[in-house]
């Protein structure tokens, strides 16, 4: 059995995954990307060996991608983040349908057809007020850990809102609420709406709808909200948060059999929510 693995280097966390043969999942593994992106791909190369059980010898090939993705030394090819997402998730969901990718910084929507081949894809990195960092800046106003966000905001009972389309002036939204006396779960599930605000005005959402990424992994409030906002089904694939690597890990094993090593363009359009 030959085994294959992906790194997803992202600008907030890199993301590791092995696999067999028959794209089958033996490990993964997430570490914070930091200043020193190569080292970050190395630590978690390192970490999802350990957790698959495999040695570096055992690997046929190691495919890269994400922000970083041309840091990584070690690896034998790369793909875009728009390539790795959509192989990743259409490996376990069948199409059509809509990937919604949440990051650290940046959001992705990408089109799939039926046999899961990218038709359209949208970005946005403009502003940090459709990303997972809006969320970390709202945790830190508030005063929670990030981790605790997400019960918190399942205590709202008041339907409040955040206009701003910058995650700055958002921070300042809060703090009026705050001195106004609103409850904090009530500020942190606007938060939430908020960030959901953003991403359906990214494009039409409807069918089936993918999401994806390591906001949607620690944060299933916003499947529900997503779910809520949108004109379809909503299905979360495996390991949300690690999905990029393991289309990574996919393209290792495709190209193995095709012998095909070029990377595909990470031109998208760019959208201000």
Same mark, same amino acid.
């Given at each position: +059995?030959?085994?294959?693995?992906?790194?997803?280097?992202?600008?907030?966390?890199?993301?590791?995954?092995?696999?067999?043969g028959?794209?089958?999942?033996?490990?993964?593994?997430?570490?914070? &990307?930091?200043?020193?992106?190569?080292?970050?791909?190395?630590?978690?190369?390192?970490?999802?060996?350990?957790?698959?059980?495999?040695?570096?010898?055992d690997?046929?090939?190691v495919?890269?991608?994400?922000?970083?993705?041309?840091?990584?030394?070690?690896?034998?090819?790369?793909?875009?983040?728009?390539?790795?997402?959509?192989?990743?998730?259409?490996?376990?969901?069948?199409?059509?349908?809509?990937?919604?990718?949440?990051?650290?910084?940046?959001?992705?929507?990408?089109?799939?057809?039926?046999?899961?081949?990218?038709?359209?894809?949208?970005?946005?990195?403009? !502003?940090a007020?459709?990303?997972g960092?809006?969320?970390d800046? %709202?945790a830190?106003?508030?005063?929670?850990?990030?981790?605790?966000?997400?019960?918190?905001?399942?205590?709202a009972t008041?339907?409040?809102?955040?206009s701003?389309?910058c995650?700055?002036?958002?921070?300042?939204e809060?703090?009026?609420?705050?001195?106004?006396?609103?409850?904090?779960?009530?500020?942190?599930m606007?938060?939430?709406? &908020?960030?959901?605000?953003? %991403?359906?005005?990214?494009?039409?959402?409807?069918?089936?709808?993918?999401?994806?990424?390591?906001?949607?992994?620690?944060?299933?409030? +916003?499947?529900e909200?997503?779910?809520?906002? !949108?004109?379809?089904?909503?299905?979360?694939?495996?390991?949300p948060?690690?999905?990029?690597?393991?289309?990574?890990?996919?393209?290792?094993?495709a190209?193995?059999?095709?012998?095909?090593?070029a990377?595909?363009?990470?031109?998208?359009?760019?959208?201000?929510?």
């Amino acid at each position: +059995m030959n085994y294959y693995a992906g790194v997803d280097s992202g600008s907030w966390t890199t993301k590791a995954a092995v696999i067999d043969g028959e794209g089958h999942v033996l490990g993964t593994a997430v570490t914070r &990307s930091g200043a020193d992106l190569t080292a970050a791909a190395e630590r978690a190369y390192e970490m999802v060996l350990a957790n698959s059980g495999r040695t570096r010898a055992d690997i046929e090939a190691v495919w890269s991608t994400g922000f970083g993705r041309n840091t990584i030394p070690f690896a034998d090819g790369s793909r875009t983040e728009l390539d790795c997402h959509g192989r990743g998730v259409a490996h376990y969901i069948k199409g059509p349908l809509v990937v919604v990718d949440i990051g650290g910084q940046d959001a992705k929507v990408i089109r799939l057809d039926a046999a899961g081949h990218r038709l359209s894809h949208r970005m946005n990195r403009k !502003c940090a007020a459709g990303t997972g960092s809006f969320l970390d800046e %709202i945790a830190l106003r508030l005063g929670i850990d990030i981790g605790d966000l997400n019960a918190l905001g399942r205590g709202a009972t008041e339907n409040l809102e955040l206009s701003s389309f910058c995650t700055v002036f958002a921070g300042t939204e809060l703090l009026t609420l705050i001195r106004s006396g609103k409850r904090p779960a009530d500020l942190a599930m606007a938060a939430y709406r &908020s960030l959901v605000k953003r %991403i359906v005005a990214m494009d039409v959402l409807e069918g089936r709808i993918a999401p994806t990424g390591g906001v949607v992994a620690y944060h299933p409030i +916003m499947v529900e909200l997503i779910g809520a906002a !949108c004109r379809g089904e909503v299905v979360v694939p495996p390991h949300p948060q690690e999905i990029g690597a393991f289309g990574a890990a996919l393209a290792a094993l495709a190209a193995c059999e095709t012998q095909d090593i070029a990377d595909t363009s990470d031109t998208a359009e760019l959208v201000q929510p």
